[in-house]
T-cell receptor
Framework: NAGVTQTPKFQVLKTGQSMTLQCAQDMNHEYMSWYRQDPGMGLRLIHYSVGAGITDQGEVPNGYNVSRSTTEDFPLRLLSAAPSQTSVYFC???????????FGAGSRLTVL | AQSVTQLDSQVPVFEEAPVELRCNYSSSVSVYLFWYVQYPNQGLQLLLKYLSGSTLVKGINGFEAEFNKSQTSFHLRKPSVHISDTAEYFCAVSSGSGNTGKLIFGQGTTLQVKP
């Protein structure tokens, strides 16, 4: 029972590079979301999805893209990385009606 | 708009002492409230949640929280802490009505348990 799996765990990018953070869940959860965690700021919602083919913006969506082609996967794309995107990223999922998020272990991204 | 404020960024406490981590929220609609814990270099785990019913909510590892609507608070308490409780704790509120899968988090409180 893997839960929510995020890859990679660590990544270093140069400014302007692009990359994709992967997120997969095996619990058949309808809802998936991406948060970023920065010191003193808690977790802030980047994008979320309530089902395959449906995505929406959260609090801090600029510089990030998402898509949800399957129930299981919810990748987060950085189109042109900036130092301000240095952060720890968490993917989470929840079952509709359950009101509880299950989090992945996180992906630490450094942009130089 | 909903918001969450955790009133202490760091709480140092000695082992076996009681602790309270404070959380205030603002919302114009009914809320669901949560406490999550993050151990070093790990993801977040649910400690407890308030959805409805009894205002005193018990969670894992001996933690409990009380929902106070008049004070708009959801403080987390434990009567006797252990070294293993050292972690960062996040209070969160559900965004919007019902279960939307989105949470608004507070800034976090680092609990430092000293021997």
């Amino acid at each position: 029972n893997a839960g929510v799996t995020q890859t990679p765990k660590f990544q270093v990018l140069k400014t302007g590079q692009s990359m994709t953070l992967q997120c997969a869940q095996d619990m058949n959860h309808e809802y998936m979301s991406w948060y970023r965690q920065d010191p003193g700021m808690g977790l802030r919602l980047i994008h979320y999805s309530v089902g395959a083919g449906i995505t929406d913006q959260g609090e801090v969506p600029n510089g990030y893209n998402v898509s949800r082609s399957t129930t299981e996967d919810f990748p987060l794309r950085l189109l042109s990385a900036a130092p301000s995107q240095t952060s720890v990223y968490f993917c989470a999922s929840s079952k509709a009606g359950a009101n509880v998020l299950t989090f992945g272990a996180g992906s630490r991204l450094t942009v130089l | 708009a909903q918001s969450v404020t955790q009133l202490d960024s760091q709480v140092p406490v000695f082992e076996e002492a009681p602790v309270e981590l404070r959380c205030n929220y603002s919302s114009s609609v009914s809320v669901y409230l949560f406490w999550y814990v993050q151990y070093p270099n790990q993801g977040l785990q649910l400690l407890l949640k308030y959805l409805s019913g009894s205002t005193l909510v018990k969670g894992i590892n001996g933690f409990e929280a009380e929902f106070n609507k008049s004070q708009t608070s959801f403080h987390l308490r434990k009567p006797s802490v252990h070294i293993s409780d050292t972690a960062e704790y996040f209070c969160a509120v559900s965004s919007g009505s019902g279960n939307t899968g989105k949470l608004i988090f507070g800034q976090g409180t680092t609990l430092q348990v000293k021997p």
